[in-house]
């Protein structure tokens, strides 16, 4: 074998090298772009069940607070009712005179 053919047969082996090379390099960048737009699909449908979540979760943590507020403002007026009803009935209590005076002041 002479140098010009092992010129030819270094060239040749080179170029199929070369080849093989670039196939590798272009099936391990369609697998990591496959792979990464299944997972940015895969993390988008998570991001998009999380703002569900977080928009239901405002809805209920609204309606406790309204229900809340509610049942304090009930609350509140019962108690008032129930302190002026207690104020009316005081005054009246007080005007009337116990069984213990009446019968001091009999004798």
Known sequence: MGSGEAMIVAIVAIGC???????????????????GALGR??????????KE???ALRQQNNQLILGFDSTLDHVTRR???????RELKAPAAAA????TQLVSAER
């Open 53 to 55: 979540e977080i928009q």
């Open 96 to 99: 009337v005179p116990d069984e």
């Open 17 to 35: 090298g070369t080849g093989i090379l670039c196939s590798f390099l272009e099936t391990v960048k369609a697998a990591v772009t496959r792979r």
């Open 79 to 85: 108690v008032n009712h129930l302190e002026a009803q």
């Open 41 to 50: 699909d895969e993390v988008l449908g998570e991001i998009r069940a999380l």
